[in-house]
């Protein structure tokens, strides 16, 4: 029997798609699944008469793989991983490969980098972005791990990731846990992106009184514009939706959002590192609010709401004002999240290409976005660049909508409608730029009440002072931090 080109564990929707996928493009593909009925269930099914090998036991599995063997796991992140890995590891010889394609931590990818080695193995772990869609048509796809395993993956990677301008949305992102790392990071400025939609849209709805119908037209217009992206692009096709009572089918949705946690790792990754990704951290701490549904409610009751404004201004000019804060904003998000890459890739002696990460999200992935070529480019004309914010298109970009920016938080606040990701953004970008802040109020404080020093302005940096304040502390001082 002919050898598969590739095995694949785990035939939920992004298994199954990933393998239609590599068999379109040429690939034979075997495939196995715990429960073996979904293995016979999508051989007689999606998979009928074409290109792919259904296998019942990890044995039969690799034994149907052509030399050096390529095997993905594309099951649930965590322990399920390992227990795979370790079931393998006694099939397989040295020069094989294994393949994580699900959303694990990146200290996992980084220990199993290792660990595989150690074995005589390589080891990818390998972000997917895209959803079902994008796994069966065109996905996003970050490698990182052990490089020498790069060349024997690459062609069935860039054969069936998405295209921009005829190139792959993937290339190797680094060593070790890189790739996942990027691909936390991806997830991060998505959970920033929907929160600032979600911002526009509550602002269209309560203070501004436009109906689903009018919202969805705004949103349709925005995607032909500078926000043209597949996340404004879904927000217009969900507005325009409609229930079989006619009623459009958003305003009968629970508003309690969920998450799988790659969020959360993006905003204590940025906390591990000293890295102030504050609309990210917002943008988690507002799904989590909005899951006290039931004290939210009873805390109207007793708090009350916003307060009745009267709004100035015409219709149009706050909706251009909501467009300059999103876009504003989603700047900030990016430049955000290009910092913690930075940090990170210094922090772990990564080599990451920015260019590239960029451009390996312009197609394929939940974030897709022209505003990402713009990214490219940023990066391509200055590859270390400290702030996205410096260059000089984003610079521009940020200073022609910040009149319009701060017209919409200030109608936020006063319309006591939440809005913290403008906020958030908005503070940043002020803060950002400020040649002053009053952390020397706060350092005085440190070292008032616990000898923690400060430096002065009129001194060289990295000389400490400490100021007996009360006259009985005494010149001891405490330990330095830094972050």
Not at 11 to 22: P, S
Not at 240 to 254: C, N, R, W
Not at 396 to 401: D, I, M, R, T, V
Not at 438 to 459: C, M, S, V, W
Request: aromatic fraction near 8%.
């Amino acid at each position: 029997m002919e050898k598969a080109d590739i095995g694949l564990i785990g035939l939920a929707v992004m298994g199954q798609n990933l393998v239609l996928n590599m068999v379109d493009h040429g690939y034979r593909v075997a495939v196995f699944n715990r429960s073996t009925n979904k293995v016979d269930d999508f051989i007689n099914g999606p998979a009928k008469d074409k290109t792919v090998i259904g296998t019942h036991t990890l044995e039969e599995l690799v034994q149907s793989l052509d030399k050096p063997r390529k095997l993905m796991l594309m099951v649930k992140a965590g322990e399920v991983v390992d227990r795979f890995i370790d079931m393998l590891i006694p099939l397989l010889e040295r020069g094989d490969v294994i393949i994580d394609g699900g959303n694990s931590h990146y200290p996992d990818s980084t220990r199993r980098t290792a660990y595989l080695a150690e074995n005589g193995l390589h080891f990818i772990g390998t972000g997917i972005s895209g959803g079902e869609e994008g796994a069966r048509h065109g996905p996003s796809i970050m490698p990182g791990g052990d490089s020498d395993a790069w060349p024997l993956v690459k062609d069935i990677f860039q054969s069936i990731a998405a295209k921009v301008d005829g190139e792959p949305c993937c290339q190797w992102v680094g060593q070790e846990g890189a790739g996942h790392f990027v691909k936390m990071v991806h997830n991060g400025i998505e959970y920033g992106d929907m929160q600032l939609i979600c911002e526009a849209y509550n602002l269209m709805e309560s203070a501004l009184g436009m109906s689903c119908d009018r919202m969805q037209e705004v949103f349709e217009r925005w995607n032909s514009g500078v926000l043209d992206s597949y996340l404004i692009e879904i927000t217009a096709d969900i507005l325009a939706m409609k229930d079989e009572d006619g009623e459009p089918l958003v305003t009968k949705i629970l508003d309690t959002a969920g998450q799988k946690g790659t969020g959360k790792w993006t905003a204590v990754s940025a906390l591990d590192l000293g890295v102030p990704l504050t609309l990210i951290g917002e943008a988690v701490f507002a799904r989590v609010l909005s899951s006290l549904k039931e004290e939210r409610v009873r805390a109207s009751q007793i708090l009350g709401t916003g307060p009745k404004v009267e709004i100035t201004g015409s219709e149009e000019e706050n909706i251009l004002a909501l467009h300059d804060a999103l876009y504003a904003s989603k700047i900030i998000s990016y430049a955000q999240g290009f910092m913690l890459m930075h940090e990170a890739a210094r922090e772990h002696g990564w080599d990451l290409n920015y260019g590239e990460i960029a451009l390996m999200w312009r197609g394929g992935c939940i974030i897709r976005s022209k505003f990402l070529g713009n990214i490219k480019e940023a990066y391509d004309a200055n590859p270390q660049m400290e702030n996205l914010a410096l260059d000089r298109f984003f610079t521009e970009a940020l200073k022609s909508a910040e009149a319009g920016w701060r017209k919409a938080v200030t109608l936020a606040v006063e319309s006591g409608i939440p809005a913290p990701a403008f906020a958030s953004a908005l503070s940043y970008f002020d803060g950002y730029r400020s040649k002053r802040l009053p952390a020397n109020l706060l350092q005085a404080q440190r070292d008032y009440f616990g000898a923690h020093t400060y430096e002065r302005i009129d001194k060289q940096r990295g000389e400490f002072f400490h100021t007996d304040w009360t006259g009985r502390g005494g010149k001891v001082a405490s330990t330095i931090y830094e972050v």
